[in-house]
């Protein structure tokens, strides 16, 4: 079992940047897939970006411009840099893993990934 555990998030102002980062422990060394999820007061989880093995991502069209995902094989790490951040991106941001690859077309949901981290808050005022 792989333990996930999300850091970076925090207050920022409307055109801001922020880097979250996902540290993943224990059964850690053989993830195909990570991703970057999240979700707002009163709506549902949304994918952000998912990331393969081999480097492969997938990202949600409306907000590709803004954030990038990448890892850190060597030291069991996920990022997703965020800039130009909006109101309406406050949210809690989840990091996902899977030892499996179940998302294809460059799209993946929720239903891709069995193991979650407990969530980061990022906040973006006006």
């Known amino acids: 079992q792989v333990q996930l555990t999300e850091t970076g998030g925090g207050s920022v102002q409307t055109g801001g940047s922020l880097r979250l980062s996902c540290a993943a422990s224990?059964?850690?060394?053989?993830?195909?897939?990570m991703g970057w999820f999240r979700q707002a007061p009163g709506k549902e989880r949304e994918m952000i970006a998912c990331?393969?093995?081999?480097?492969?991502?997938a990202y949600t069209w409306s907000i590709k411009d803004r954030v990038t995902i990448s890892k850190d094989n060597a030291k069991n790490t996920l990022n997703l840099q965020m800039s130009s951040l909006k109101p309406e991106d406050t949210a809690v941001y989840y990091c996902?893993?899977?030892?499996?690859?179940?998302?294809?077309?460059?799209?993946?949901?929720?239903?891709?990934?069995?193991?979650w981290g407990q969530g980061t808050q990022v906040t973006v005022s006006s």
């Open positions: 224990g059964y850690a060394h053989n993830l195909e897939s």
């Open positions: 996902a893993a899977d030892y499996r690859r179940s998302w294809w077309d460059r799209s993946c949901s929720s239903d891709d990934f069995r193991y």
């Open positions: 990331i393969d093995s081999d480097g492969t991502t």
